[in-house]
């Protein structure tokens, strides 16, 4: 399979990439342990930053939040080449993150600024950017306030976006991307915070453990998952299923989840080799750029990626 491996990547690659995009891809090449690419991906990232602190500024963006995504490949390379132009990069951009007025009374930050919109995409890297660069309780009241507003309580799901000025929500769809990010989020938070946040670490994985079981309740026949998770008349998407199998391969690993759980990711990643094309397109993915649609995205090859690299990592300790 390692054929299909590398023609996913080589596709990611050719691939156009935004912020965020940018960063998924070098978090892939980072878990990975792909130095000599992800060195040059990372220049590129810090060539990109804008005045104001954000990494990987394409076209001027709105997004503030999006390029929290590239803070955890800037801080490995910086820590690893002991690159004080990098260091100073990644920690600008999270002062900016620190300071900045574009958030909300209890300090949850905007999505777009603006705006007053707070998306589930955000909790996918800021809160474990922000406690990765030393300031861990900032991180857990980001992914507290990001979820207090999205919880969609009688589906047990998160909806996309939230208005903070209307307090309604903007996309009330529990869109599997959407929930995919805060799971990833939860799991890459809770591993980063010491035994000084014992409680939250308890607390984060504890609801990545009910998001994870409630998710896979909404598994599909064909071991895939919705578009919009309870919404069977939408498309069975890749980029969802990429997610969850990651997260279980990487919580079993960690020790956060039971073995058994194997078992399910297993199937859900044999069912994702099918939807590899011939040049390593992952087909049926929430689609660039708009993610309205069904076909393809850098984000599902790099979750496609990061899923294969922990698998292999963890059947290495079986």
């Known amino acids: 399979m390692s054929v299909y491996v590398k023609a996913v990547e080589n596709a990611m690659l050719c691939m156009s990439r935004q912020c965020w995009e940018a960063g998924i891809a070098a978090q892939a090449l980072l878990e990975k342990g792909d130095e000599e690419k992800l060195r ?3 220049y590129d990232m810090v060539l ?35 690159n004080e132009k990098y260091l100073n990069a990644v920690m600008d951009n999270a002062q900016l993150f620190l300071n900045t007025e574009d958030r909300a009374e209890d300090g949850t930050l905007y999505h777009m600024r603006g705006t007053k919109q707070i998306w ?3 909790a996918a890297f800021l809160p474990y950017a922000l406690a990765l660069t030393g300031s861990p309780k900032e991180g857990v009241q980001q992914m507290e ?19 903070e000025e209307s307090k309604t929500f903007l996309r009330p769809l529990a869109w599997g991307i959407g929930n995919g990010w805060i799971l990833t989020g939860l799991l890459r938070l809770g591993l980063e915070l010491d035994s000084s946040h014992e409680k939250d670490k308890e607390e984060l994985f504890a609801e990545f ?17 919705h578009d919009i998770l309870d919404d069977p008349s939408t498309f069975e998407e890749a980029e969802t299923a990429a997610m ?50 069904s076909g393809t995205s850098v984000e599902a090859q790099a979750h496609f990626l990061l899923m294969e690299t922990v698998y292999r990592e963890a059947m290495g300790k079986q």
């Not at 453990?209 to 998952?225: A, P, V, Y």
């Not at 990487?250 to 590899?276: H, N, P, S």
């Open 244 to 293: 969850v199998a990651y997260v279980i391969y990487r919580g079993v690993k960690e020790g956060i989840l039971a073995r058994e759980y194997m078992e399910r990711a297993d199937w859900i990643r044999m069912a994702l080799y099918q939807r590899v094309s011939f040049e390593g397109l992952v087909m049926g993915a929430s689609s660039s750029p708009d993610f309205l649609r």
């Open 209 to 225: 453990r009910r998001l994870l079981n409630r998710m896979l309740s909404l598994e599909t026949e064909k071991h895939g998952f």
């Open 48 to 82: 990109r930053q804008s005045t104001d602190g954000r990494l990987c500024n394409v076209e001027n963006t709105p997004a503030i939040t999006d390029s929290s995504f590239c803070m955890p490949a800037v801080y490995a390379v910086a820590i690893r080449e002991k």
């Open 40 to 42: 040059l991906m990372v």
């Open 145 to 163: 306030g990001i979820r207090r507003r999205l919880y969609h309580e009688e589906s047990g799901l998160y909806y996309h976006m939230w208005d």
């Open 120 to 122: 589930a995409d955000s």
